[in-house]
């Protein structure tokens, strides 16, 4: 169909029709309601950045600066990075706008991030997330109010059951260097087997060794040392704390004591909500806490703790949202019909019916639209009718109908769907 001069979309975006859009918006509307409970306040934050923010703060050793970003100069020969998440444009925010007036900060935010990935199902290059941030709170609380939300989210999505909560801790500086120490013998005692990126890994990150999807650094990564011998009191007690806050809330959670996160900045607590529905792509939602965050952008140390969830990823593991239906069909017969109908259709929106009608068309192509369209009722505007100033109001699954004065057709259907 399409000429070879047509453009064709980008490799790993996505344009979002029907039954996709639907996921999407489901997901999205369920966050928004979630987090309006939890008293997280809505933002909105810019799409690009300097490319600083992210290289600064992600770190340059991950996955996501190295190889993954979506880097261009601008017409002004600044360095400038498309999102490829939302933690570190928060960050710079809360230092750029003032916003550490207001700590500890809860917020929300959702929309599209870019990673150069090879695109496959539930992976993309333009996809979507959910985000929310707890900025300015050093307690162990503000970790479990967020997780309890996340758990909330998934919940009212539907997926909860499918869907399992791994948590770890990274402990704090002095914790998380004893176990470095002791993951870099493990793994330099299995250097010939690793990956390359591994090996580069365990020059400048060795903890990311353990988050290695290559199936050669699979097993070596699995029969790694966990943190627990080395677990200082603090983080141990700040961990539990954690845990016993899960419990309180009846969130059921498991320990994965090899969970560690792609990005430099965490400590104490790590977390995975994975499924198994989605083969590779089986994390949906991952955060924890990045207490280091700040700092390496700048600004004071200032503890923080989040969360960010893939919209695809949970739109697929959902039920088909049902399809929007309308309450009303407006059916006008003949010229002077059609013509009063516009009133008729403007009135019954503007008093929150909602309805439709079709732009052309005669009765039954109309009345097959309105079916079609979901309508209970349709609205039937005929010459005679409308001398007599009425319109006959036809209940579509009995077939039912009544005359109804055109100024009470807003309050009889209100009336009749409330029933
Ligand atoms: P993965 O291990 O699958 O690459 P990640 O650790 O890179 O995920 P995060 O940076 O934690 O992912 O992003 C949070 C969430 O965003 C993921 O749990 C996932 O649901 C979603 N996500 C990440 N990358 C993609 C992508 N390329 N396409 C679609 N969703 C994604
Ligand atoms: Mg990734």
């Given at each position: 169909m399409s000429r070879s001069d047509t453009p064709q979309r980008i490799r790993g975006t996505q344009d979002l029709f029907g039954e996709a859009a639907r996921r999407h918006h489901a997901v999205v509307s369920a966050f928004d309601r979630v987090r309006g409970l939890y008293g997280f306040q809505r933002v909105e934050i810019p799409i690009?950045?300097?490319?600083a923010v992210f290289a600064r703060s992600i770190g340059e050793t991950t996955d996501v600066v190295s190889k993954e970003m979506y880097t261009f100069e601008d017409r002004g020969g600044d360095s400038l990075t498309l999102r490829p998440e939302f933690t570190a444009g928060l960050s710079r925010a809360y230092l750029t706008e003032g916003?550490?007036?207001?700590?500890?900060l809860k917020l929300a935010t959702h929309g599209p991030v870019f990673r150069y990935e090879r695109p496959q199902k539930g992976r993309y290059r333009q996809f979507h997330q959910i985000d929310a941030e707890i900025i300015g709170a050093a307690e162990p609380q503000a970790d479990v109010e967020l997780l309890v939300m996340a758990d909330q989210l998934l919940r009212e999505l539907g997926i909860a059951d499918g869907v399992t909560l791994q948590l770890n801790t990274l402990g704090d500086a002095e914790t998380r260097d004893a176990w470095r120490a002791a993951l870099v013998a493990h793994f330099e005692a299995h250097r010939g087997e690793l990956s390359e990126d591994s090996l580069v890994r365990l020059d400048?990150?060795?903890?990311?060794i353990l988050d290695s999807k290559d199936p050669r650094d699979r097993p070596i990564a699995d029969a790694a040392p966990g943190i627990d011998a080395h677990m200082s009191s603090e983080a141990g007690a700040f961990f539990e704390a954690v845990t016993k806050g899960l419990d309180a809330a009846g969130v059921a959670w498991t320990r994965n004591a090899r969970l560690v996160r792609?990005?430099?900045?965490?400590?104490h607590t790590a977390f995975e909500f994975v499924?198994?529905?989605?083969?590779?792509?089986?994390?949906?939602l991952a955060g924890g806490r990045y207490d280091g965050l700040i700092e390496s952008l700048g600004g004071p140390a200032t503890p923080a703790v989040g969360w960010a969830a893939g919209i695809e990823r949970l739109g697929m593991l959902i039920d088909e949202p049902a399809k929007p239906t309308i309450d009303v069909a407006v059916v006008p017969m003949g010229a002077a019909a059609e013509a009063a109908a516009g009133g008729v259709i403007a009135t019954l929106r503007r008093a929150g019916v909602a309805c439709d009608m079709a732009y052309k068309g005669n009765m039954k192509k109309r009345m097959q639209k309105a079916d079609a369209a979901g309508a209970r009722f349709a609205v039937i505007l005929g010459e005679d009718e409308l001398a007599r100033g009425e319109a006959s109001v036809k209940r579509?699954?009995?077939g039912e109908q009544a005359a109804v004065p055109l100024d009470r057709i807003a309050a009889w259907i209100g009336v009749e769907t409330a029933a």
């Open positions: 690009f950045e300097a490319t916003w550490q007036q207001f700590v500890p400048k990150n060795p903890l990311r792609g990005l430099d900045y965490y400590r499924t198994d529905r989605l083969g590779a792509q089986g994390t949906v579509l699954a009995t």
